[in-house]
């Protein structure tokens, strides 16, 4: 089977996969309860479900409540958009977002420390 890249989440997907990085494996009503509460039950069920089906979260049948799991990092998942906003919104250059970023949001010094450590090792080569 090739190796195929599975697709981006979408917003309501990247709520659910939030919840699974952070609590680690769940049920739908453990997921369901640490959603805000714009979205029904049977709503996550069905997104989870679909989610399954993409290859986005794993899913334990073994018991009588299904355990899902995230299937893909977050880390992953988080570069893979990235890159895609670079490339549609900044025409490729991370340095424009990275410039756009920092002038749209407060940073806190611990950050501005991380941003600069990190550009240090970029420039470092590493």
């Given amino acids: 089977m090739p190796n195929v890249k599975?697709?981006?989440p979408t917003d309501a997907e990247l709520s659910i996969l939030n919840v699974l990085w952070g609590k680690g494996p769940s049920t739908v009503r453990a997921v369901f309860e640490a959603l805000p509460a714009s979205a029904g039950y049977t709503t996550v069920l069905k997104t989870m479900q679909i989610m399954a089906e993409k290859g986005l979260v794993k899913r334990d049948e073994s018991e009588r409540s299904h355990v899902y799991r995230a299937a893909v990092g977050a880390e992953a998942t988080q570069e893979r958009m990235v890159g895609e906003l670079i490339d549609k919104a900044f025409s490729g250059s991370a340095a424009q977002l990275v410039m756009r970023a920092l002038e749209s949001r407060v940073s806190s010094k611990e950050e501005l420390a991380a941003v600069r450590a990190l550009l240090e090792?970029?420039?470092?080569g590493a």
Avoid: A
């Avoid at 090792?121 to 470092?124: A, L, N, R, S, W």
């Fill in 6 to 8: 599975k697709p981006l």
């Fill in 121 to 124: 090792k970029k420039k470092g």
